[in-house]
C-alpha cells in the first residue's frame, strides 16, 4: 500500500467514518488464535498485562493466607519450615516482581497512547515481546515452586544462605535464571515507555501537559534502565557461584557476602520507588476528576516524581543498617533517607488540598484514591523511624517492616490500582463497574487491610521476627497474629469482591459512553472500548486538560482539537514530535502485527531452561535460534520505509 | 564486712528504693508479657535509643492523626450530594500550592530536627560509656550461638553455647563471627541488633543495670530454623558472675554411680564427635559444649525450658522439634537414652 | 471544544520513516547503551568493592602484563575509527567508502577477540582460583560477549550494505551500529584501564 515516499505533508482533515473505517482496515488484529499471538495493539497488550498480574496477585495472596494460617497461635503445625520458606519467598516474589510493576506496566501500556494521542507505542513489536517474556519468566519461576524446588531464601534472598553448600536444589537457580529472564522484559519495556513519551505525543503536547502517570512511569522506567543490571548481575554471579564455583560470595575463597546486599538493594531501592510512582501518577490524575477540578501544584508534583526517584537511587544502605558499615556511612544514608520523604510529602499535600479546594464526588474510584493518602502517610511513617539508624537496630528484620512494606506497597500500588480499575475499566470495555458492589468491595478490602497490618506494627515493636514460621506463646504476640490473620482473610475477601464485580459488569455492567466521569484527558475522547487505530485524526493539545478546556478558560487563544487534525492513513502511522515542546517533526511508520515476539520469547525460554537443567549442547543452538529471529526482526522493510529509496 | 553507709548516700538511696517499688510493679509485669519488647530499656545503649523510638513514634502517630483528619475533613466538608460525576460543575484550578508549600515546610522542619537527633544518638551509642569490663566472642551458626569468654589469662578462656552470662553494670564487647550464613545478634532489651556476617567481626556492646534474664534472638533469615535460634543474656552482679564464670571452668565430674560412668561412655561415644564435655572423651566442637548443660535454663537454643521430658525428647527425636536441625536423630535404645539422660542431669 | 486550526496547518513536509538521528532506533540504542552502559559500571563496582579490601598481594603477580593487551586496544579502536570512516561513506553516498569501512572495522573486530581468547588462555581459564580470578573472567567475558554481537551486528550491516538497503537518508542501522561499536570500545577502554593500569596504583 505504500510506496517509500521519503517526505510528506500529513493531511489534515475533520475526522468522518470513512477515515474510522479505512485505519480500521489498517490496524485491526487478525481474529482467533493467530491475533492472539501475533498481536501488537497496546490495548490488547495491556490488558493481558492486567489480567495476568492480577493471577498472580492472586497467588501470592493464597501464598498469604496459608501463611497466616500457619501463624494465627503460637506453635501451629499446618506448615513445615520448609514449606513455609518457600511460602514467603514466593509471595514476596510474586507480589513485588510478577504484580506490582506488571499492573503498572499493563494500565501504562493501554493507556499512554491514548493519554498522548498516538495510535501505538514507539515499538509496538517490543511491547508484546515485553509482555510474553514477563509471562515466560513468572511461569519459568513458579515452575519451580510447582515441583517444590521453590526459591526459599525470602526474595532478597541473602547469601552464603543462597549458595549451593547451603542451599544445594534447584530452588536458587530457578530464581536466579527467572530474575534475570524477568530483567529483559523489564528492560525493553523501560526503553518503550522512554521513547514513546519522548517521541510519539499528539501535537503540542509540550512536557508540561504530559499526565503525572506519564511522569511516574517514564521516572520509573528510567529508573529500571540503569538498576535493573545491577540485580541481573548479583543474580549472574550467585548462579556463576552455583554452577562454575567462581568465588564471589563464598568467604572460603575469598568472596564477599555483603556485594550481594550492594548490588541488590542498588536495584531494589530504586525498584521500590519504580512500583508506586506510577500508581501515584495514577491518583494524581484520577483523583482531580473526582474532585471536579485540576490537580493543585502539577508542576511541583511532577517535579516531586522525578525528585523522589534521584534521591531514591542514593539511599540503598538503609536496607544495610546492621551490617556494621562506618558511622559516616550510616550518617549519610540515614540523612538521605530522611530527605527523600520531602518530595512524598509534596504529593500527600496536593492531593490533600485539591479535595478542600475542589467538589469530591463519592464514588468507589474516589473512595480507594482518597484512602490511598492516608495508606500512604501510615507506611511513610513507618519508614520515617527506620530512617534513624538506632531506632532501625531494633525495628529491622522484626514485623514492625513488615508493616511498613504493606502499607506502602498495598497502600501506594494496590488501592490506587483498583481505584484505576474502577476509573479506566469503562474506557477499556465500555460497561462501568457497579457501585454498590464497589462500596463494599472498598470497605471490605480497607478494613481488612487496616485490621490485618495494623496490629504487626504491635508486633514488630514487640520485637516478633520476620520469617518465622512458628513462634512461641507468652510473648505477647498471640493476640495481634489472631486479629491480623481474621484482618487478612477479610482483606482477601474484598479482593474476592472486586473480581466479583470485574467479572459480573464484563457481561452485565452499565454501559459507559465515551467519557461517563466527565473527565479532561484525551483517552476520554474515543469511544469505550477505544478503536484499534485509537484516533480517527490526531488531536492537537493546547492544555493539560483538552476536553475541559472550555470550561476552564484554560490554554488561551489556541484550544485542543480532537475531531480534526492530522490524517496519516498511508499505513500504520503516526506523528513523532520534540520532547520538550512537542512540535511534530516526523511521521513515523509502526509496525504491525508479527509472530516474532512470540517466537523470540520460545527461544529464550529454551535457552534458560537449558542453563538451568546444565543441558549444555542446546544453549548454542538456542543462542543461535535467538539471534536469527532477531536479525528476521530487525530486517529492514521496505513497507515501513526502512530501505533505500530505489533509484529506477 | 560492708563499710558503712554514708548518711546522704542512704537518702539517696532511699528515693531510689521507692522509684524502683513504684516503677518495678509498672514494668515487671509487662516485660514478662512481652520478653521481646523494647519500648523499655534496661541497658545503657537501649536507654539511648529508647528516647528515640519514642519520639519518632509520637511523631509518627501525630502525623498520620493530622493527616487522617485533614483527608477525612475534606470529604466530610466539601462532598457534594450526587454521585453522577459528570452532573458536578468543574471549578477553575491555579490555587492551592501555597498550602502544599506550608505542608511540606513544616515536614521538612520535623524531618531535619529527627535527623539532627539521630545523627547525636548514633554518634552517642558508638562507644560504650566506659572501657568494657570483659569481651565475649559469639559465633553465630545453624542454629545455636556459641560462646568464648576471652581473657588475658588463657586458662581463663571459656567456652560454652546459647546462654550469655554478663556482669551488670559494666559494657561488654561482643566479638562477632560467623560461620556459616548470615545471622543478627539482637538482646531487644539491652540494645540494637548487629549481624553476623561471615568473613568480618562486627563488634557491638551490652550492658545491663541490673540482673535479670534478658531474651535474645537471631535476626536475619539464616535457614529452616531460624525461628528457634534464641539466646540468654543472664545479668549478674559482678561477683556472682565471677562465682559462675569460676564454677563454669571446672570440668565435669565423672565419679558416680556406674550409671553414669555407663552414661559418660555411651554419650563420648555416640555424641562426642559433635559435642564438648571437659573431663571426658567427648571433645567435638561443632556443636554446643555441654559441659555445665544443667546450669543452664533451656536447651536447643531457648526452645525447649530445661526439664528431664524435654531433654529426653530432644536426645531421642531432635528433628520432631526442629525439622531440618544439624542435630541428627540418633538410634538409641531405651536404656541407652536412659543412661546419657542420666549422665548429662550431672552436668551442673 | 472549538476547532481552532491555527499553527496545525502549517506544518511543512515532514520526514516518512527513520532517518539517520531521528528514527527511534536511534534513541532506542542510546537506551541500550545506557542499560549495558550501567551493567559494565556495577561490574567494575563489583572488582573495585573486592580491591579496596586488599592490599597489592590481592592481584597476580606478576601483574597483568600489557604485551598483547595494549596493542589489542589499539586494535579495537582502529575498528571503531573504521566504522565511523564508513558511517561518513554512506551519508556522503558513497558505498565503496561504506563496505570498506564496515569490513575493516569487522576483521580489526576479530583480531580483537582472537587476541583476547589468547590473554585467557595465558591465565589458564582459571575462574575458579579466587576472587580475582572469577572477576577478571567474567568481567572481560562480558565485554566479549557485547563484542561478539557487536561483529554479528557489522556483519548484518555488511551484507545489508551489499544489498544496497542504504543511502544518505536511509542510513539509521550503519549508524546505529555505529554507536553500539564505539560503545563497545569505550567499554574496553574502562575495562582494560581498571585490569592493567589500576594495580600499579594500589
Known amino acids: 500500500m505504500t510506496s517509500s515516499e521519503v517526505e510528506r505533508t500529513p493531511e489534515i482533515a475533520s475526522a468522518t467514518t470513512d477515515h474510522g473505517r479505512h485505519l480500521e482496515q489498517i490496524w485491526k488484529t487478525a481474529p482467533g488464535i493467530a491475533g492472539f499471538f501475533s498481536t501488537v495493539d497496546h490495548k490488547a497488550i495491556g490488558k493481558r498485562y492486567i489480567v495476568t498480574a492480577f493471577a498472580f496477585l492472586a497467588a501470592g495472596g493464597i501464598e498469604a493466607l496459608i501463611m497466616r494460617a500457619q501463624l494465627t497461635g503460637p506453635s501451629e503445625h499446618l506448615l513445615s519450615p520448609e514449606q513455609y520458606d518457600q511460602l514467603f519467598t514466593m509471595h514476596g516474589m510474586t507480589m513485588i516482581f510478577l504484580y506490582a510493576m506488571p499492573i503498572l506496566s499493563g494500565f501504562s501500556n493501554y493507556l499512554w497512547p491514548l493519554l498522548l494521542g498516538s495510535r501505538d507505542m514507539a515499538f509496538p513489536r517490543v511491547n508484546a515481546l515485553s509482555y510474553w517474556v514477563y509471562l515466560a519468566a513468572g ?20 547469601v552464603p544462605y543462597s549458595t549451593r553448600p547451603y542451599d544445594p536444589g534447584l530452588n536458587i537457580d530457578f530464581y536466579s535464571l527467572g530474575m534475570i529472564f524477568l530483567g529483559i522484559s523489564t528492560s525493553v519495556g523501560a526503553v518503550n515507555f522512554i521513547l514513546t513519551v519522548l517521541r510519539t505525543r499528539a ?21 529500571n534502565l540503569l538498576v535493573v543490571p545491577a540485580v541481573s548481575l548479583a543474580f549472574f554471579l550467585l548462579w556463576m557461584d552455583r554452577q562454575f564455583e567462581t568465588h564471589f560470595f563464598d568467604v572460603a575463597r575469598g568472596g564477599q557476602p555483603l556485594l550481594w546486599q550492594h548490588l541488590f538493594w542498588m536495584f531494589g531501592h530504586p525498584w521500590v520507588y519504580a512500583i508506586v510512582l506510577p500508581a501515584m501518577g495514577m491518583v494524581s490524575d484520577g483523583l482531580p476528576v ?5 490537580l493543585v501544584g502539577y508542576t511541583v508534583v511532577a517535579l516531586s516524581t522525578v525528585a523522589t526517584m534521584i534521591l531514591g537511587f542514593g539511599v540503598w544502605v538503609h536496607h544495610m543498617f546492621a551490617t556494621g558499615l562506618p558511622n559516616l556511612a550510616l550518617s549519610f544514608f540515614s540523612g538521605a533517607s530522611f530527605i527523600v520523604t520531602v518530595p512524598s510529602a509534596v504529593a500527600v499535600f496536593a492531593w490533600t488540598t485539591t479535595i478542600w479546594l475542589g467538589r469530591p464526588v463519592i464514588t468507589t474510584a474516589f473512595l480507594f484514591f482518597s484512602s490511598m493518602i492516608v495508606l500512604f502517610v501510615i507506611g511513610g511513617v513507618s519508614g520515617f523511624m527506620t530512617a534513624a539508624v538506632p531506632v532501625d537496630w531494633q525495628l529491622t528484620h522484626t514485623y514492625f517492616i513488615v508493616a511498613h512494606i504493606h502499607y506502602v506497597l498495598i497502600g501506594i500500588n494496590v488501592f490506587p490500582v483498583v481505584g484505576g480499575l474502577y476509573y479506566w475499566f469503562p474506557k477499556m470495555t465500555g460497561r462501568l ?30 520485637g516478633m521476627p520476620r520469617r518465622v514460621y512458628t513462634y512461641a506463646e507468652g510473648m505477647g504476640w498471640d493476640w495481634l497474629n489472631l486479629i491480623t490473620t481474621i484482618g487478612s482473610f477479610l482483606f482477601a475477601f474484598g479482593v474476592l469482591l472486586l473480581f466479583v464485580n470485574l467479572v459480573a459488569s ?57 475531531t480534526r487534525g492530522m490524517v496519516l492513513d498511508h499505513g500504520r502511522e503516526t506523528i513523532a514530535t520534540t520532547p520538550l515542546d512537542g512540535e511534530p517533526d516526523q511521521i513515523l511508520k509502526m509496525t504491525g502485527d508479527s509472530y516474532a515476539p512470540f517466537v523470540l520469547t520460545l527461544g529464550m525460554t529454551v535457552l534458560f531452561v537449558a542453563l538451568l537443567r546444565h543441558w549444555w549442547w542446546v544453549v548454542p543452538v538456542s543462542g543461535l535460534a535467538i539471534l536469527a529471529a532477531l536479525l528476521l526482526w530487525l530486517w529492514p522493510e521496505r513497507e515501513l520505509d526502512q530501505v533505500a529509496e530505489t533509484r529506477s | 564486712m560492708v563499710p558503712p553507709v554514708p548518711e546522704s548516700r542512704r537518702s539517696n538511696n532511699l528515693v531510689i528504693a521507692s522509684a524502683v517499688f513504684v516503677v518495678a510493679p509498672v514494668t515487671a509485669p509487662a516485660q514478662a508479657e512481652t520478653p521481646l519488647g523494647y519500648l523499655r530499656s534496661f541497658g545503657a545503649m537501649a536507654h539511648a535509643i529508647t528516647p528515640l523510638t519514642w519520639g519518632l513514634l509520637i511523631i509518627s502517630l501525630v502525623v498520620c492523626v493530622i493527616v487522617i483528619a485533614l483527608v477525612l475533613g475534606g470529604i466530610v466538608l466539601k462532598r457534594q450530594a450526587g454521585h453522577i460525576t459528570a452532573a458536578i460543575p468543574l471549578m477553575r484550578g491555579g490555587d492551592g500550592a501555597g498550602w502544599v508549600g506550608l505542608g511540606v515546610g513544616i515536614s521538612s522542619v520535623v524531618l531535619l530536627g529527627s535527623m539532627i537527633w539521630t545523627v547525636v544518638v548514633l554518634a552517642a551509642i558508638n562507644e560504650p560509656p566506659s572501657k568494657p569490663a570483659l569481651t565475649i566472642e559469639v559465633t553465630g551458626q545453624q542454629w545455636w550461638w556459641k560462646v568464648r569468654y576471652l581473657s588475658d589469662d588463657p586458662s581463663r578462656i571459656l567456652t560454652t553455647a546459647n546462654e550469655i ?41 551490652l550492658e545491663a543495670d541490673r540482673p535479670g534474664r534478658y531474651a535474645g534472638l537471631c535476626s536475619e533469615f539464616c535457614g529452616v530454623q531460624h525461628a528457634h535460634m534464641g539466646f540468654e543474656i543472664v545479668a549478674q552482679s559482678p561477683r556472682d558472675f565471677e562465682a559462675w564464670w569460676n564454677a563454669q571452668l571446672k570440668p565435669a565430674a565423672t565419679t558416680g554411680s556406674s550409671v553414669i560412668a555407663r552414661g559418660a561412655t555411651l554419650f563420648a561415644y555416640r555424641c562426642g564427635a559433635c559435642h564438648t564435655v571437659r573431663g571426658t572423651e567427648a571433645g567435638g566442637a561443632v556443636a554446643p559444649d555441654l559441659t555445665h548443660l544443667m546450669s543452664r535454663a533451656t536447651i536447643a537454643a531457648e526452645t525447649l525450658p530445661n526439664n528431664v521430658g524435654n531433654l529426653s525428647g530432644w536426645i531421642a527425636n531432635p528433628q520432631a522439634i526442629k525439622p531440618g536441625t544439624l542435630m541428627p536423630t540418633v538410634y538409641l535404645s531405651g536404656p541407652e537414652l536412659n543412661d546419657i539422660r542420666s549422665f548429662l542431669l550431672t552436668l551442673k | 471544544m472549538t476547532d481552532a486550526a491555527l499553527p496545525l496547518e502549517r506544518t511543512g513536509p515532514l520526514p516518512v520513516g527513520p532517518t539517520a538521528r531521528r528514527g527511534l532506533g536511534w534513541w532506542g540504542v542510546l537506551c541500550l547503551i545506557a542499560t549495558e552502559g550501567a551493567l559494565f559500571g556495577y561490574l567494575l563496582f563489583s572488582y573495585f568493592y573486592f580491591a579496596v579490601q586488599h592490599d597489592q598481594s590481592w592481584f597476580p603477580h606478576p601483574l597483568p602484563s600489557f604485551r598483547l593487551a595494549a596493542p589489542n586496544t589499539i586494535i ?38 582472537v587476541v583476547q581468547c589468547f590473554e585467557w588462555r595465558n591465565k ?38 551489499m544489498l544496497g538497503y542504504f543511502s544518505p537518508r536511509r542510513s539509521a542501522p550503519v549508524l546505529i551500529a555505529s554507536v553500539y561499536w564505539h560503545f563497545v570500545d569505550t567499554v574496553w577502554l574502562v575495562v582494560f584501564a581498571t585490569f592493567y593500569v589500576t594495580p600499579y596504583l594500589w
Open chain 1, 139 to 158: 511461569l519459568f519461576m513458579y515452575a519451580g515452586f510447582a515441583i517444590g524446588a521453590g526459591p526459599n531464601d525470602g526474595w532478597f534472598n541473602y
Open chain 1, 203 to 223: 501535537p503540542g503536547m509540550s512536557i508540561d501537559r504530559l499526565p503525572i502517570m506519564v511522569w511516574g512511569t517514564l521516572t520509573a522506567s528510567a529508573a
Open chain 1, 290 to 294: 473526582f474532585c471536579r477540578r485540576p
Open chain 1, 433 to 462: 463497574l457497579d457501585e454498590r458492589l464497589g462500596k463494599w468491595n472498598f470497605w471490605t478490602m480497607f478494613v481488612g487491610f487496616n485490621l490485618g497490618f495494623l496490629p504487626m506494627h504491635l508486633s514488630g515493636l514487640r
Open chain 1, 506 to 562: 464484563l457481561r452485565r455492567g452499565r454501559i459507559a459512553g465515551a467519557n461517563p466521569w466527565d473527565a479532561p484527558t484525551l483517552e476520554w475522547s474515543v469511544s469505550s472500548p477505544p478503536p484499534p487505530y485509537n484516533f480517527a485524526v490526531i488531536p492537537r493539545v493546547a492544555s493539560r486538560h483538552p476536553l475541559w478546556e472550555d470550561r476552564l478558560a484554560e490554554g488561551g487563544a489556541v484550544r485542543s482539537s480532537v
Open chain 2, 165 to 205: 552470662h554478663i556482669p551488670t553494670g559494666k559494657p561488654v564487647r561482643v566479638e562477632l563471627i560467623g560461620a556459616d550464613v548470615i545471622h543478627s545478634f539482637w538482646v531487644p532489651l539491652l540494645s540494637g541488633k548487629t549481624d553476623v556476617i561471615p568473613g568480618q567481626t562486627n563488634v557491638t556492646w
Open chain 3, 76 to 113: 579495537l579502536l582502529l575498528s571503531s575509527v573504521a566504522m565511523w570512516w564508513g558511517d561518513r561513506g554512506v551519508r556522503r553516498g558513497a558505498r565503496g567508502q561504506l563496505l570498506t569501512g564496515v569490513s575493516l572495522a569487522l576483521l580489526l573486530g576479530i583480531v580483537f577477540a
Open chain 3, 124 to 161: 589458564g581459564f582459571a575462574w575458579r582460583a579466587g576472587g580475582y580470578n572469577s572477576l577478571y573472567f567474567t568481567i572481560t567475558g562480558f565485554h566479549l560477549m557485547h563484542v561478539a554481537v557487536g561483529l554479528f551486528v557489522l556483519l548484518t550491516i555488511l551484507v545489508w550494505s
